[in-house]
Protein backbone atom coordinates (compact mmCIF):
# COMPACT_ATOMS: atom_id res chain seq x y z
CA UNK A 1 0.00 0.00 0.00
CA UNK A 2 2.66 2.36 0.93
CA UNK A 3 4.56 1.44 -2.67
CA UNK A 4 1.39 2.53 -4.18
CA UNK A 5 0.83 5.62 -2.70
CA UNK A 6 3.75 7.96 -3.15
CA UNK A 7 2.34 10.71 -0.91
CA UNK A 8 2.89 8.34 1.99
CA UNK A 9 6.20 7.10 1.28
CA UNK A 10 7.44 10.62 0.79
CA UNK A 11 5.68 11.48 4.47
CA UNK A 12 8.01 8.12 6.03
CA UNK A 13 10.74 9.36 4.05
CA UNK A 14 10.53 13.07 5.79
CA UNK A 15 9.13 11.52 9.21
CA UNK A 16 12.43 9.22 9.46
CA UNK A 17 14.66 12.12 7.88
CA UNK A 18 13.88 14.49 10.54
CA UNK A 19 13.48 11.64 13.37
CA UNK A 20 17.51 11.13 12.53
CA UNK A 21 18.72 14.62 12.54
CA UNK A 22 16.67 15.63 15.66
CA UNK A 23 17.54 12.62 18.10
CA UNK A 24 21.33 12.33 16.51
CA UNK A 25 21.90 15.52 16.85
CA UNK A 26 20.82 15.31 20.77
CA UNK A 27 23.18 12.08 21.24
CA UNK A 28 26.78 14.23 19.42
CA UNK A 29 26.22 17.27 21.17
CA UNK A 30 25.71 14.97 24.83
CA UNK A 31 28.93 12.98 23.46
CA UNK A 32 30.87 16.37 22.88
CA UNK A 33 30.01 17.27 26.47
CA UNK A 34 31.36 14.23 27.41
CA UNK A 35 34.21 14.22 26.20
CA UNK A 36 34.57 18.22 27.29
CA UNK A 37 33.98 16.91 31.03
CA UNK A 38 36.30 14.03 30.83
CA UNK A 39 39.27 15.84 29.50
CA UNK A 40 39.02 19.81 30.33
CA UNK A 41 36.95 19.33 33.78
CA UNK A 42 38.25 15.67 35.31
CA UNK A 43 41.85 15.57 33.62
CA UNK A 44 40.98 11.71 32.48
CA UNK A 45 43.84 10.03 31.66
CA UNK A 46 44.00 7.59 28.40
CA UNK A 47 42.15 4.45 30.06
CA UNK A 48 39.80 6.76 32.40
CA UNK A 49 38.58 8.22 29.66
CA UNK A 50 38.22 5.24 27.47
CA UNK A 51 36.04 3.63 30.68
CA UNK A 52 34.14 6.74 30.78
CA UNK A 53 33.61 7.09 27.38
CA UNK A 54 32.50 2.98 26.64
CA UNK A 55 29.87 3.08 29.75
CA UNK A 56 28.32 6.40 28.53
CA UNK A 57 28.33 5.41 25.23
CA UNK A 58 26.64 2.18 26.22
CA UNK A 59 24.86 3.42 28.70
CA UNK A 60 22.78 6.31 26.81
CA UNK A 61 22.16 4.41 23.34
CA UNK A 62 20.21 1.16 25.24
CA UNK A 63 18.28 3.17 27.61
CA UNK A 64 17.22 5.54 25.00
CA UNK A 65 15.42 2.23 23.63
CA UNK A 66 12.48 3.15 26.13
CA UNK A 67 12.21 6.58 25.35
CA UNK A 68 11.36 6.42 21.39
CA UNK A 69 9.91 3.11 21.57
CA UNK A 70 6.59 4.55 22.22
CA UNK A 71 4.81 7.61 22.19
CA UNK A 72 3.58 7.85 25.45
CA UNK A 73 4.73 10.81 28.04
CA UNK A 74 6.63 10.09 30.22
CA UNK A 75 8.23 7.00 28.76
CA UNK A 76 6.98 4.72 31.53
CA UNK A 77 3.71 4.93 31.15
CA UNK A 78 4.27 2.53 28.06
CA UNK A 79 5.68 -0.85 30.02
CA UNK A 80 7.97 -2.73 27.83
CA UNK A 81 8.00 -6.79 27.51
CA UNK A 82 10.43 -8.24 30.16
CA UNK A 83 12.71 -9.64 28.12
CA UNK A 84 13.42 -5.91 26.46
CA UNK A 85 13.92 -4.75 30.01
CA UNK A 86 15.63 -7.84 31.12
CA UNK A 87 18.06 -7.98 28.18
CA UNK A 88 18.68 -3.93 28.28
CA UNK A 89 19.48 -3.50 31.83
CA UNK A 90 21.91 -6.58 31.34
CA UNK A 91 23.94 -4.86 28.66
CA UNK A 92 24.17 -1.65 30.62
CA UNK A 93 25.37 -4.15 33.37
CA UNK A 94 28.09 -5.53 31.62
CA UNK A 95 29.21 -2.12 30.08
CA UNK A 96 29.38 -0.62 33.82
CA UNK A 97 31.20 -3.65 34.78
CA UNK A 98 33.91 -4.26 32.68
CA UNK A 99 35.69 -1.31 33.91
CA UNK A 100 36.05 -2.61 37.19
CA UNK A 101 36.11 -6.76 36.09
CA UNK A 102 39.55 -8.53 35.55
CA UNK A 103 39.23 -7.86 31.76
CA UNK A 104 39.49 -3.98 32.23
CA UNK A 105 43.27 -4.54 31.66
CA UNK A 106 42.70 -6.22 28.36
CA UNK A 107 40.64 -3.83 26.91
CA UNK A 108 42.17 -0.67 28.12
CA UNK A 109 40.32 0.16 30.84
CA UNK A 110 40.58 1.50 34.12
CA UNK A 111 38.04 1.74 37.19
CA UNK A 112 36.50 5.32 37.13
CA UNK A 113 36.39 7.24 40.45
CA UNK A 114 33.58 7.93 42.41
CA UNK A 115 33.48 11.74 40.76
CA UNK A 116 34.04 10.50 37.36
CA UNK A 117 31.23 8.16 37.66
CA UNK A 118 28.40 10.41 39.29
CA UNK A 119 29.00 12.76 36.46
CA UNK A 120 28.30 10.33 33.80
CA UNK A 121 25.14 8.71 35.57
CA UNK A 122 23.87 12.32 35.87
CA UNK A 123 24.83 12.93 32.17
CA UNK A 124 22.53 9.75 31.18
CA UNK A 125 19.46 11.45 33.35
CA UNK A 126 20.12 14.48 31.22
CA UNK A 127 20.24 13.14 28.43
CA UNK A 128 17.19 10.86 28.44
CA UNK A 129 15.28 14.17 29.93
CA UNK A 130 16.10 15.84 26.60
CA UNK A 131 15.26 13.26 24.64
CA UNK A 132 11.65 12.79 26.02
CA UNK A 133 11.33 16.50 25.50
CA UNK A 134 12.15 16.16 21.82
CA UNK A 135 10.21 13.43 21.45
CA UNK A 136 7.19 15.34 22.21
CA UNK A 137 7.96 18.18 20.56
CA UNK A 138 8.61 15.94 17.68
CA UNK A 139 5.20 13.77 17.48
CA UNK A 140 3.79 16.97 18.47
CA UNK A 141 4.27 18.98 15.07
CA UNK A 142 3.05 15.84 13.47
CA UNK A 143 -0.01 15.61 15.18
CA UNK A 144 -1.11 19.34 14.50
CA UNK A 145 -0.22 18.55 10.32
CA UNK A 146 -2.40 15.60 10.44
CA UNK A 147 -5.35 17.63 12.27
CA UNK A 148 -4.57 20.61 9.45
CA UNK A 149 -4.50 18.15 6.88
CA UNK A 150 -7.81 17.39 4.63
CA UNK A 151 -9.32 14.16 5.42
CA UNK A 152 -9.50 11.90 2.45
CA UNK A 153 -13.31 11.21 1.30
CA UNK A 154 -14.65 7.85 1.93
CA UNK A 155 -15.06 5.76 -1.12
CA UNK A 156 -17.77 3.49 -1.16
CA UNK A 157 -17.90 0.17 -3.68
CA UNK A 158 -20.24 -1.44 -5.86
CA UNK A 159 -20.84 -4.27 -3.44
CA UNK A 160 -21.51 -1.58 -0.92
CA UNK A 161 -24.02 0.06 -3.25
CA UNK A 162 -25.50 -2.63 -3.50
CA UNK A 163 -25.88 -4.30 0.01
CA UNK A 164 -27.20 -1.24 1.31
CA UNK A 165 -30.20 -1.02 -1.27
CA UNK A 166 -30.85 -4.92 -0.35
CA UNK A 167 -30.73 -3.83 3.47
CA UNK A 168 -33.80 -1.75 3.04
CA UNK A 169 -35.45 -4.86 1.99
CA UNK A 170 -34.21 -7.38 4.82
CA UNK A 171 -34.74 -7.47 8.25
CA UNK A 172 -33.36 -9.50 11.54
CA UNK A 173 -35.40 -11.31 13.83
CA UNK A 174 -35.64 -11.83 17.34
CA UNK A 175 -34.20 -15.27 16.95
CA UNK A 176 -30.87 -13.63 14.90
CA UNK A 177 -32.32 -15.25 11.20
CA UNK A 178 -32.64 -12.67 8.43
CA UNK A 179 -36.12 -12.70 6.83
CA UNK A 180 -37.45 -10.60 3.76
CA UNK A 181 -39.97 -8.05 3.97
CA UNK A 182 -40.81 -9.41 7.58
CA UNK A 183 -41.21 -13.08 6.13
CA UNK A 184 -39.39 -16.06 8.13
CA UNK A 185 -35.73 -17.80 7.23
CA UNK A 186 -37.45 -19.79 4.74
CA UNK A 187 -37.97 -16.82 2.72
CA UNK A 188 -34.37 -15.84 1.54
CA UNK A 189 -34.86 -16.88 -1.96
CA UNK A 190 -37.06 -13.47 -2.19
CA UNK A 191 -34.14 -11.92 -0.42
CA UNK A 192 -31.35 -13.19 -3.22
CA UNK A 193 -34.09 -12.19 -5.72
CA UNK A 194 -33.90 -8.50 -4.15
CA UNK A 195 -30.24 -8.34 -3.97
CA UNK A 196 -29.96 -9.27 -7.54
CA UNK A 197 -33.12 -7.08 -9.23
CA UNK A 198 -30.72 -3.88 -6.60
CA UNK A 199 -27.67 -5.38 -8.77
CA UNK A 200 -29.43 -4.62 -11.92
CA UNK A 201 -30.66 -1.87 -11.22
CA UNK A 202 -27.56 -0.22 -10.22
CA UNK A 203 -25.34 -1.15 -13.27
CA UNK A 204 -28.04 0.27 -15.76
CA UNK A 205 -27.35 3.81 -14.00
Not at 139 to 161: E, K, M, T, V
Amino acid sequence: MLVSDGKKVLFLDRLIRRFMLLFGTISSFFDAVTLTLMIVVLHAGQSEFQSGWFIESIATQTLIIFVIRTRRTPFYRSRPSLALTAASLAVVGVGVWLPYSPLSGVLGFQPLPAPFFLVLVALVVVYLVVVEGAKVRFFARDARRAALSPRQPRIRGHHHRVARRASRFTSRTPSGHEAGSGLTPGGEGRRHHLVRAAQTTSGGV
